[in-house]
Structure formats: C-alpha cells, structure tokens
C-alpha cells in the first residue's frame, strides 16, 4: 500500500537542525562548493545517511514554486498607498496577481487575501515575501496554500 505524501509549509525555526543541514548540504552541491556528498555533509555536520534519508523530502520554498500558485493572507494597517506597495513588491519580482480579496478595515487594520501565480521569470519567491512582510504597517503575513 503506498502512502500519499502531504506537505507543509512551516517556518524555520519549526524545522529539526538536521533537516536545515541538508538544505545547507544541497546548496553546497548545487554551487560546487563542495564536490562530494561526503565533503558536503562533513562541512555542515551532518552523516551521509541522515543526508540520503531526508534529500529528496525537504528544499527552500523558492525552489519548488515555479508554475505554481501561492494564496498568502496578510493583515495590515489601513493606510493610504499600502496596498499598492505590497502590488507593487509582487510586480517588481514578476509574480502575477491572480485574486485579491480586502475586508473592510476594522480597528485601522485590514486583512488582505491574495493569490499570486508564480512564473518562470518570477524571482525569489522567499525574498518577496520577507520584502511584503518587512513593510512598516504589515502586521501579519501567513501563506496559506501553494498548489
């Protein structure tokens, strides 16, 4: 009977320090810094089998987003040209706006719902939302689905 794989997105710092390593050991081969799995996991502290057992189960977020969708809710103050910087942060790395929803802001504060098609050209997918999370008046961003 096989099992049907199911994913999560989850922060960082949720993340076991093994499986950050072999994210780090990934990225050491994938720039040639490293030229063997072995000299990879050496330089991150981790062994070759915990390396082999978790390789193909976890990457950065960025790197599997391409041609996919990613709807993210964000709450933030209700002030004037915030909206547009947030539309303006997806423009500036080519991700195209595919639903956007507002509510009514209540207390000053509004929650926003968006959908984003992620694109070939699209750029790092990571820094954009770290750019629309960073923005003063943007209390909250949460990622809710990435299809």
Same mark, same amino acid.
């Given at each position: ?19 950050? *390593?072999?994210?780090?050991?990934? /990225?050491?081969?994938? &720039? &040639? *810094? ?7 996991? +050496? /330089?991150? !502290?981790?062994? /070759?089998? &915990?390396?082999?057992?978790?390789? %193909? ?5 960025? %790197?599997? &987003? ?10 933030? %103050? +209700? ?43 699209? !750029? %790092? ?23």
């Amino acid at each position: 009977m096989s099992e049907k794989s199911k994913y999560f997105v989850v922060t960082q710092k949720a993340v076991p320090e093994v499986l950050l *390593k072999v994210v780090e050991a990934k /990225r050491l081969l994938d &720039s &040639s *810094k490293a030229i063997t799995v072995q000299e990879a996991t +050496d /330089r991150v !502290g981790i062994s /070759r089998s &915990s390396f082999y057992k978790y390789k %193909d189960d976890i990457f950065p977020f960025h %790197d599997n &987003s391409k041609g996919k969708s990613i709807t993210f809710v964000l709450q933030m %103050d +209700d002030e004037p040209g915030l909206l547009s910087l947030v539309l303006k942060t997806i423009a500036d790395y080519k991700g195209n706006v595919l639903t956007i929803h507002q509510t009514i802001p209540i207390n000053g504060v509004a929650s926003l719902t968006l959908t984003v098609d992620i694109l070939p050209t699209t !750029g %790092d997918v990571s820094s954009m939302i770290d750019q629309i999370e960073s923005q003063p008046g943007i209390h909250y961003l949460k990622i809710l689905a990435s299809e």
